[in-house]
T-cell receptor, first 112, second 113 residues
Framework: ETGVTQTPRHLVMGMTNKKSLKCEQHLGHNAMYWYKQSAKKPLELMFVYSLEERVENNSVPSRFSPECPNSSHLFLHLHTLQPEDSALYLCASSRDYGDGYTFGSGTRLTVV | KQEVTQIPAALSVPEGENLVLNCSFTDSAIYNLQWFRQDPGKGLTSLLL?????REQTSGRLNASLDKSSGRSTLYIAASQPGDSATYLC????????????FGKGTRLSVIA
């Protein structure tokens, strides 16, 4: 474990389902991130939360909805996804700009 | 816009060989540079973090260098082992803009026993 825990590790969902991904960190970090990793593409930043406020939304479709109830928890709510949304979704956290990122193990999402 | 390039995209070496992975970035205005390792289907494991004021960092058989003015970093792996087989990702943290951490596409390393 890296200090950032993601659940579930694997998720298969239909296009009409609603599901949520969860991320938790107890490293004392004040920023949390969602990244998407598709095959043969660089990691894509989706959302950034700093001090529980969303500071970045990188043109992500509204079928992805993030939630950050406190500085230790981050959720990604999913609804009416498309097959092309199948990917590895990674959560990360950091402290300030001088620090590195700590990543979770990811959730492998398959949309059928 | 900051762009990160990693060369080569894939590398296969025999066990025991020393090797160098390359990373270049287009804008020298960075806070730090971080090297990660990723095993297939898994998350990213941080290997080394180099602050913008530093020239290199070492951890065990790994040594990472940073030349900020030329926009380059290298990851040196000594005495490679089959367990080193993974994808290695380079990322720079930028002080402004919409993308705090910018990644390269990675180098996929295979160490053959």
């Amino acid at each position: 474990e890296t200090g950032v825990t993601q659940t579930p590790r694997h998720l298969v969902m239909g296009m009409t389902n609603k599901k949520s991904l969860k991320c938790e960190q107890h490293l004392g970090h004040n920023a949390m991130y969602w990244y998407k990793q598709s095959a043969k593409k660089p990691l894509e930043l989706m959302f950034v939360y700093s001090l529980e406020e969303r500071v970045e939304n990188n043109s992500v479709p509204s079928r992805f909805s993030p939630e950050c109830p406190n500085s230790s928890h981050l959720f990604l709510h999913l609804h009416t996804l498309q097959p092309e949304d199948s990917a590895l979704y990674l959560c990360a956290s950091s402290r300030d700009y001088g620090d590195g990122y700590t990543f979770g193990s990811g959730t492998r999402l398959t949309v059928v | 816009k900051q762009e990160v390039t990693q060369i080569p995209a894939a590398l296969s070496v025999p066990e025991g060989e020393n090797l160098v992975l390359n990373c270049s970035f287009t804008d020298s205005a960075i806070y730090n540079l971080q090297w990660f390792r990723q095993d297939p289907g898994k998350g990213l494991t941080s290997l080394l973090l180099i602050q913008s004021s530093q020239r290199e960092q070492t951890s065990g058989r790994l040594n990472a260098s940073l030349d900020k003015s030329s926009g380059r970093s290298t990851l040196y792996i000594a005495a490679s082992q089959p367990g080193d087989s993974a994808t290695y990702l380079c990322a720079v943290r930028i002080p402004s803009g919409n993308t705090p951490l910018v990644f390269g596409k990675g180098t996929r390393l295979s160490v053959i026993a």
